[in-house]
């Protein structure tokens, strides 16, 4: 298993964005629960945050993408407006072990980084 981050790096209601060997993924906190996705948009694949560590919107209600506005739930990453409607942010499986966030490495040959 790798270890991305700690859970108490991620502020209650805020993102993180997350980069190891070049693979892009994001980190978001609801509700003291953590999600983890791939930086990726489901419309154009590019990454989503309007600034490091920026990727909800300003009531942090919803993910954001900064390219075309698409919104997506935080649980569960369905897009529901904009151009990807329908589509799904790819969630990362993950483990938290002592408080970190823990994914297997073969995660990281899953998914090609973004350019
Ligand atoms: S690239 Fe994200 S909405 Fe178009």
Redesign the pocket.
């Known amino acids: 298993m790798i270890s991305l981050i700690s859970a108490d790096e991620i502020k209650e209601g805020t993102s993180k964005g997350i980069e190891l060997n070049n693979f892009y993924m994001f980190a978001v906190k609801k509700d003291a629960e953590v999600f983890l996705y791939w930086n990726r948009?489901p419309?154009?694949g590019?990454p989503?945050e309007w600034e490091e560590d920026r990727f909800l919107d300003p009531e942090g209600a919803l993910i954001i993408?900064s390219?075309?506005?698409?919104l997506f739930e935080i649980e569960g990453g369905r897009c529901l407006a904009?151009?990807?409607k329908g589509k799904h942010l790819q969630a990362i499986p993950f483990v938290l072990d002592n408080g970190m966030v823990m994914i297997e490495e073969s995660t990281l040959r899953v998914s090609p980084p973004l350019q």
């Open positions: 948009c419309h154009l590019t989503l993408c390219t075309h506005g698409a904009g151009p990807c």
